[in-house]
């Protein structure tokens, strides 16, 4: 290799290098396609945002959002974009089970500590130590729990049920519940000290109803994963079943849209998801214009045709623009309006 030859291989080494320095910054990483939630909406782009720039801490993180938008989804993102990836990632459903089970499932138990405790029991905390633990329906937790869990989270130390030895414990401790916590501390049922405790990070997911660009995406994406995990050619959606997909307001969220996909992949007979092999909710779902949507004011007509036309044009307001047949600076007045 020649002087000349090694100078311009450093030259294209260096522009990529600044490329690449001056693209990270403005991009937040997109979630791993096995564990999507949406990035294409602006609600969700400032959530990761945030999400992409406290993962490298170990801050605590609580989210909070409706039930199936995606709370795991996201704290299985995080655990994978922090230094703890390679720790274990442990999950537990705080509110399936009853206040005198909670402990022995969090803490663990030595044997004999209680009728049935035949042998030692290591908790959820112990089981995630130097990895990330997700406590979620954090806000089913009751009262006497709430207080030793907080000083399991001040003192990073916990004694298992029936002992009196101290564990340290290293954990990336995220939290999700889909109440309002704010309030609950205004009601009393949970404690306001443990309350900032959680939420040093606070992420709140949207629901999906709120941000239809991620529709068609998540559709697309979850149609891949049914593809390849129950083996049938598959090769898209029919028109008229994608429409009913997105003018869907899918109340189940994310959850509910995967699981549908699901089994619209599963029945389906030919090349294509057609409306029938949707669930019978979906394939009913009303299109902006029909005779059921009369009974709706005004106003939530328009603002859902506007949204779904815009959804449908995967955000492209120039494009939404034309078929609405307004002019761009309108609609931008009309999402503005609605707080888009």
């Known amino acids: 290799m020649t002087h000349d030859d090694r100078s311009d291989l450093s030259r294209l080494i260096a522009t990529t290098l600044q490329i690449l320095i001056e693209w990270i910054p403005s991009h937040p990483p997109d979630l791993p396609h096995d564990e999507s939630i949406g990035t294409r909406s602006p609600p969700m782009r400032q959530v990761m945002d945030l999400a992409a720039r406290v993962a490298p801490s170990d801050a605590t993180v609580l989210i909070t959002g409706e039930s199936g938008v995606g709370k795991e989804r996201l704290a299985r993102w995080l655990h994978r974009a922090l230094r703890r990836a390679d720790g274990p990632f442990v999950a537990v459903n705080c509110g399936a089970f009853a206040d005198t089970l909670l402990e022995s499932e969090l803490f663990g138990h030595v044997r004999g500590a209680f009728t049935g405790a035949s042998q030692d029991r290591v908790g959820v905390f112990e089981e995630a130590h130097g990895g990330t633990l997700l406590l979620d329906e954090i806000g089913d937790i009751p009262p006497a729990m709430q207080v030793k869990l907080l000083r399991v989270i001040q003192e990073r130390e916990l004694r298992r049920v029936g002992e009196n030895k101290v564990r340290p414990v290293d954990v990336r401790l995220i939290a999700a519940t889909n109440r309002n916590l704010e309030q609950e501390v205004s009601q009393q049922r949970f404690r306001e000290d443990l309350y900032y405790r959680l939420r040093v ?140």
């Open 201 to 340: 990070i606070d992420l709140h997911i949207p629901p999906l109803r709120e941000r239809p660009e991620d529709l068609r995406n998540l559709a697309y994406e979850f149609l891949t994963q049914a593809v390849k995990r129950l083996r049938r050619p598959l090769i898209g959606y029919a028109p008229a079943a994608l429409d009913r997909v997105l003018h869907y307001a899918w109340p189940g969220n994310i959850r509910e849209l995967e699981h549908a996909i699901e089994r619209a992949c599963a029945v389906a007979a030919g090349p294509r998801v057609e409306v029938e092999d949707l669930p019978t909710p979906v394939r009913h779902a009303p299109l902006a214009g029909e005779d059921i949507l009369e009974a709706r004011p005004l106003r939530v007509r328009e603002r859902e045709h506007v949204l779904a036309v815009l959804a449908r044009h995967n955000g492209n307001r120039r494009a939404a623009a034309a078929e609405l047949r307004i002019s761009l600076s309108t609609l931008k007045r009309r999402l503005r309006r609605r707080g888009r």
